[in-house]
C-alpha cells in the first residue's frame, strides 16, 4: 500500500482560500490516480477531485470553478488550493491514490485533515 499524509487544513472565514497537501510514499507516484474527498458531519464522503496519472482533472459539481486539483511527480504530492471558500466546504478531506480512474476503485487512503469555514 501507500502511505499518504496530508497537511493544510485549519479554521478559515468564508471566501477565504486554503492549500492542501498530500504527500505519498511511493517511488511510482507518476502511476497513480490521486483523489481529493471529504466528510462532513452527519454526511457521506464524497468526491470532489481527482487527476489522472496524464495530469486529467474532474471536479464535484459543487467546487467546479473554485477548487484545483493538482500534481507534482518529482514531490510526489498532490494539492487541492480551494479558494472562495463556503460554510458548506467544512469538512474532514482526505486524500487517495488508486491505480484506476473510477471513483470507487480501491487504494490507499490518508489520515485526514480538518477544513473549518467559519465566520
Known amino acids: 500500500q501507500v502511505q499518504l499524509v496530508e497537511s493544510g487544513g485549519g479554521l478559515v472565514q468564508p471566501g477565504g482560500s486554503l492549500r492542501l497537501s498530500c504527500v505519498a510514499s511511493?517511488?511510482?507516484?507518476?502511476?497513480?490516480?490521486m483523489s481529493w474527498y471529504r466528510q462532513a458531519p452527519g454526511k457521506q464522503r464524497e468526491l470532489v477531485a481527482l487527476?489522472?496519472?496524464?495530469?486529467?482533472?474532474n471536479y464535484a459539481d459543487s467546487v467546479k470553478g473554485r477548487f484545483t486539483i493538482s500534481r507534482d511527480n518529482a514531490k510526489n504530492t498532490v494539492y487541492l488550493q480551494m479558494n472562495s471558500l463556503k460554510t458548506e466546504d467544512t469538512a474532514v478531506y482526505y486524500c487517495?491514490?488508486?491505480?484506476?480512474?473510477?471513483?470507487?476503485?480501491?487504494?490507499?487512503w490518508g489520515q485526514g485533515t480538518q477544513v473549518t469555514v467559519s465566520s
Open positions: 487517495k491514490s488508486s491505480r484506476s480512474t473510477l471513483p470507487g476503485a480501491l487504494g490507499s
Open positions: 511511493t517511488s511510482i507516484f507518476g502511476i497513480y490516480t
Open positions: 487527476i489522472t496519472s496524464g495530469g486529467t482533472p
